[in-house]
């Protein structure tokens, strides 16, 4: 049985904590904030909940595995799961309504046809044939598997061209350049708001179309095939039941507990260093923080090995290839009941996607984000059906989201600025709830500089999933470090953000702790 240290109890870390008690080692982790779950929180007010991170699942199945192979009870004996339908609306500046069926192929051409014209159904479902190509390309090797030290593979784009007279040859173009995810939408899908709707995927994810490897295709297919999932009670009821398993692993939990260094011995990590100068000895360290936030942890030195994947983007803001885009939300506490046949999620897409992405990414060749803030950006609006987010059915708890510039492009804790910004984003969902201002009872901003004190994420910002391409830019730092036994899970390590991939990387974790280096991942 040996001894481990965890550092940070987001839900990479807490997924490798209930897989490594379960091996039958003794487990404990340190957590600098009250509580876990990391960026997957709650906010509460007046009888209102909102999550404070992502309110929707993608791929339950990473925690199905994780629950079955952890304890008795499953996932669903944990947490009430339901399949959102529609599982997207999608609003347009030229006033186009398309409701996107949940797992339904079939339902999303017919709707893309009703909405954009015959034919724009065909050209999404063959670019979501590429796309399955892609996945099933590099599924394993990128989410299922640590990453290896011939990870330059990966670097190579799997999306495949398509094969049609005369552009057969378009995936690499101007010199050499890989395409990217925005001429996969301008040169397949040929209809602007076609296109949007794919490059909303990416945004989302914290990722910019214009530089995202034409392989990001894979996002809406993931969605578009496996579905997605609310939680009643929303992700924190996930985060919850997760902590709840590691507990009854007997998994030892330290909450205002902040890492101040990584111990080595005889060339091995050896145990961590608290703030109020208490050392706590271990067989092995998991460090579940941004990689970017380990040398300090280090006495500087840096945890990789020559050749290895380095933290993508600034390491200062979270900015650059890779390296996340952060979240303006707002929350909003509306009186009057919400409508039957409202949306859990609606997207209104910004009439000026350019004026968007430079806001957010930077103007082309410039990878930090510009303070000119776009008029009128993407907004996603969240509207679950769950009484336990109202203080009754007499009222409505709304979550406003928009992808922004970190916390450094842009001065987030100017809070008037903040406010207008926030201003911008209920202006928008105005087309999406009728009559919103006349019901709003109060609202609730938080910007990324709140993000950055809650989780420590430079900048605030919010990872994008690992994906191949882009000779690896957009690929995280490998699971094992140049430190024996140090380890890193989480978002910002291999597979990358986004709820299925942190569990991904605490499976990973647990893997190569319990039967070592040569691990492969899950037969």
């Not at 904590?17 to 340190?30: I, P």
């Not at 959102?84 to 347009?92: E, G, N, T």
């Not at 450094?408 to 207008?420: C, F, H, K, L, T």
Request: net charge neutral; with cysteine.
């Amino acid at each position: 049985m040996a001894r481990i240290a965890v550092i940070g109890a987001g839900m990479g870390a807490m997924a490798a904590a209930a897989r490594l008690a379960v091996a039958g080692h003794q487990v404990a982790v340190y957590e600098r904030g009250r509580t876990h779950g990391g960026g997957v929180g709650r906010f509460e007010r007046d009888g209102f909940a909102f999550d404070t991170g992502p309110g929707l699942l993608h791929l339950p199945a990473v925690y199905r595995d994780l629950f079955v192979k952890t304890g008795k009870e499953t996932l669903e004996q944990c947490v009430e799961l339901t399949q959102v339908d529609p599982a997207s609306r999608h609003l347009f500046a030229d006033g186009t309504d398309v409701p996107l069926p949940n797992a339904s192929r079939a339902g999303v051409v017919r709707a893309l046809d009703d909405a954009f014209g015959a034919g724009a159904g065909e050209r999404w479902s063959d670019l979501v044939n590429r796309a399955r190509e892609a996945w099933d390309a590099t599924r394993r090797p990128l989410l299922e598997e640590p990453l290896r030290a011939d990870w330059r593979a990966l670097g190579r784009d799997p999306y495949p061209a398509p094969a049609r007279r005369g552009i057969s040859g378009w995936l690499r173009r101007d010199g050499g350049r890989p395409a990217t995810l925005a001429d996969v939408a301008r040169r397949e899908l040929k209809d602007p708001r076609a296109a949007a709707l794919l490059e909303s995927h990416a945004l989302a994810h914290s990722l910019d179309p214009r530089t995202a490897p034409a392989g990001a295709a894979v996002l809406p297919y993931l969605e578009q095939t496996f579905g997605t999932w609310y939680a009643r009670g929303g992700m924190r009821a996930l985060a919850d039941a997760l902590y709840g398993r590691c507990r009854a692993r007997k998994v030892r939990f330290s909450f205002g507990a902040e890492v101040v260094g990584i111990l080595e011995k005889d060339g091995r990590a050896a145990g961590v260093e608290l703030a109020d100068g208490s050392v706590a000895e271990a067989d092995a360290v998991v460090a579940g923080v941004a990689p970017a936030l380990l040398p300090a942890l280090l006495g500087g030195a840096e945890p990789w090995r020559d050749g290895d994947v380095r933290p993508a983007g600034d390491p200062a803001t979270g900015a650059g290839a890779g390296g996340g885009a952060g979240r303006l939300t707002v929350f909003l506490a509306l009186r009057g009941a919400r409508p039957r046949d409202a949306a859990h999620r609606t997207v209104v897409h910004t009439p000026d996607r350019e004026a968007e992405l430079a806001a957010v990414f930077g103007k082309a060749g410039d990878s930090r984000g510009t303070r000119e803030p776009c008029p009128r950006p993407t907004v996603t609006v969240l509207r679950p059906d769950d009484p336990t987010t109202r203080p009754d059915e007499d009222h409505e708890a709304v979550t406003l989201t928009a992808t922004v510039a970190p916390h450094g492009p842009v001065d987030w804790i100017d809070g008037p600025a903040a406010e207008q910004d926030a201003e911008r984003l209920v202006a928008a969902a105005e087309a999406a709830i009728p009559g919103l201002r006349d019901r709003l009872l109060w609202r609730e901003v938080r910007t990324p500089a709140d993000t950055a004190a809650d989780t420590a994420a430079p900048g605030g910002a919010v990872p994008g999933p690992a994906l191949a391409g882009a000779d690896g830019r957009f690929l995280r730092p490998a699971n094992l470090t140049r430190l024996p036994g140090l380890y890193l899970a989480g978002g910002w390590a291999h597979p990358g953000g986004g709820l299925a991939h942190a569990g991904m990387s605490g499976a990973m974790v647990a893997g190569l702790i319990v039967d070592g280096a040569d691990w492969r991942g899950s037969q």
